[in-house]
């Protein structure tokens, strides 16, 4: 169940996805190889999906989606931060 989850959000980088992003991975600003796993991810750049390598990821069980693996981490150390202002 679980897995089913994650799978909606991984795909695999296509020769036509290659081609309409040349600029490659926002998460970690590589470029894509042709058939590298990837999932969509929201991250840094905010709600909105964006397709990252997947290990640049880490799934939000709570969420239950793909975040980026740099947002995620801060995001968890923001709460405690607040509270301990
Ligand atoms: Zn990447």
Redesign the pocket.
């Known amino acids: 169940m679980a897995d089913n989850d994650k799978k909606k959000w991984q795909t695999i980088i296509d020769r036509e996805y290659l081609i309409a992003h040349p600029e490659g991975?926002p998460?970690?600003g590589?470029k894509f190889n042709l058939g590298d796993p990837a999932v969509y991810a929201c991250g840094t750049w905010g709600q909105d999906s964006k397709l990252?390598?997947e290990s640049?990821a880490v799934f939000d069980a709570a969420a239950q989606m793909y975040m980026e693996r740099e947002c995620y981490e801060g995001r968890r150390s923001v709460p405690k931060a607040k509270s301990e202002f």
Do not use: L, V, W
Request: glycine share 0%.
């Open positions: 991975c998460a970690c590589q990252i390598h640049d």
